[in-house]
């Protein structure tokens, strides 16, 4: 199949389908999103082809996205979990802590209400890049990616059991 976001819908119903026809409707919405994103990722790749493939195990279904560009998709890092006396990453980079008992932003433009800091940030790089796959690996219960020949498979799997 050859990308076109026209086709998306279209990809949706044949996942819900499958679902459905599986007696997994507690996962579909999430499967839905993964696939939409899995399949949207083949847009970066310059040649827009692309195989979809759906496979259930016995407490999983895997997702499966094969394009044929060589170049290996990099998921983002999951994000590591808090540990009560871990030291808080105050490298080149690092976020400000806003987590719960954070001290309170009081500098110039500091708000009350809690609002995400988007100064100097290009929000059209944002919102193109990036955000599909933290979005996989958010809903997803396992990702990846595998070299086969002539490209690659981009998978994300979701647990049923």
């Known amino acids: 199949m050859e990308y076109d976001p026209y086709r998306l819908p279209f990809i949706r119903e044949l996942v819900t389908a499958q679902m459905h026809l599986w007696g997994l409707a507690e996962r579909v919405e999430d499967a839905r999103l993964v696939t939409t994103e899995l399949v949207c990722n083949v847009k970066h790749t310059g040649d827009k082809h692309f195989r979809l493939g759906m496979r259930r195990r016995p407490d999983a279904i895997v997702i499966e996205v094969r394009d044929f560009s060589p170049v290996l998709v990099v998921f983002p890092e999951a994000a590591p979990e808090a540990k009560p006396d871990a030291a808080p990453d105050t490298g080149p980079g690092a976020a400000p802590d806003t987590g719960p008992g954070a001290a309170p932003d009081t500098g110039p433009g500091a708000s009350s209400e809690a609002e995400p800091d988007v100064a100097g940030l290009d929000l059209r790089e944002l919102s193109e890049h990036g955000r ?8 997803a219960d396992g990702v990846g990616v595998r070299p086969v020949p002539n490209g690659k498979i981009v998978w994300a799997k979701l647990r049923y059991r």
């Open 132 to 139: 599909g796959l933290n979005c996989v690996r958010s809903f």
